[in-house]
């Protein structure tokens, strides 16, 4: 069973910010207010209160980045594609070739490859 922690009640500052959306958020959706619209208005006039991040703009990225993965993974799953199978077979093909890499390193001594030149004279 899901145990949820009781509310702490909100603070002087908070309390202020809980008024002020909630006056704003009664404000906009005055045309058509009902008694379940003006709880679930409080409850959103409370969670801006308690969390102000929701309100900057690395949140709404952040949620949009998610929101995005999830519509990428749905359009991967609806193909039949597991989501993040392409990502895993790279890092497989990338492991396999690091492995022969050393099998070779072992076998023939070290690999020069670009980069790995040593420059003499400079």
């Known amino acids: 069973m899901f ?3 009781a509310q702490q009640p909100l ?3 908070e ?3 809980y008024e002020y959306h909630r006056a704003r958020l009664l404000a906009r959706h005055s045309g058509h207010l009902t008694p379940d619209l003006i ?3 409080e409850a959103n006039a409370s969670r801006l209160a308690r969390h102000p991040e929701v309100l900057t703009r690395e949140w709404g990225l952040n949620m949009r ?3 995005a993965a999830k519509q990428a993974h749905l359009s991967m799953r609806l193909e039949g594609r597991p989501p993040g199978a392409e990502g895993r077979a790279v890092i497989a093909a990338n492991r396999e070739a690091r492995r022969f890499l050393k099998e070779m390193e072992q076998k023939y001594g070290p690999l020069w490859r670009y980069g ?3 420059m003499d004279g400079i």
């Open 3 to 5: 145990w949820r922690r």
């Open 11 to 13: 603070t002087p500052h």
């Open 15 to 17: 309390r202020q910010e």
């Open 39 to 41: 709880r679930c208005l």
């Open 65 to 67: 980045g998610k929101r």
């Open 116 to 118: 790995h030149t040593e």
